[in-house]
């Protein structure tokens, strides 16, 4: 059993920034591939950026391209921990945040929600304009 959990949201003004970080705890034995995603109120769970096992490899949606960063800890003691810097926020980023695992993969990112095995609860982040 793996469980993720997400911090770091919170309300910031349009053109600010925000960093969020996803801890992976239980059967963390292995890297995960990781992702980020959001969801708005009766809208779908989209994709925002995610992240391959060894960290070479990362993949954003076109609307957060150049604004948002993915990345994650090498360390052996942290590494299933991830991180989404987001700056230049637009309100349009307004949503909640899920932080995912995927455990099958050897390479790669993957965009799609039903590739990933684990969520965690997300974290809320509010762009005011």
């Known amino acids: 059993q793996v469980q993720l959990v997400e911090s770091g949201g919170g309300l910031v003004q349009a053109g600010g920034s925000l960093r969020l970080s996803c801890a992976a705890s239980g059967r963390t034995y292995s890297r995960y591939a990781m992702g980020w995603f959001r969801q708005t109120p009766g809208k779908e769970r989209e994709f925002v950026a995610a992240?391959?096992?060894?960290?070479?490899?990362?993949?954003?949606?076109d609307s957060v391209k150049g604004r948002f960063t993915i990345s994650r800890d090498n360390r052996d003691n942290a590494k299933n921990t991830v991180y989404l810097q987001m700056n230049s926020l637009k309100p349009e980023d307004t949503a909640d945040y899920y932080c995912?695992?995927?455990?099958?993969?050897?390479?790669?990112?993957?965009?799609?929600?039903?590739?990933?095995?684990?969520w965690g609860q997300g974290t809320q982040v509010t762009v005011s304009s």
């Open positions: 992240i391959s096992r060894s960290g070479f490899s990362t993949a954003y949606a």
């Open positions: 995912a695992a995927n455990f099958r993969a050897a390479v790669g990112t993957q965009t799609e929600v039903g590739s990933y095995d684990s």
